[in-house]
């Protein structure tokens, strides 16, 4: 089963530490992750 998951946000931290825990966990459970920042 395929999931795509979208997590947007503007300024903080707290966008950068969700997505690092979402995808702890989706590594501890084998699943492929990616992520990426864009700075403006």
Do not use: F, P, T, W
């Amino acid at each position: 089963m395929k999931y795509d998951i979208i997590i947007s946000g503007v300024g903080g931290q707290g966008i950068l530490a969700i997505a690092m825990v979402l995808g702890k966990a989706c590594i501890g459970e084998n699943l492929q992750v990616r992520q990426s920042e864009i700075h403006g």
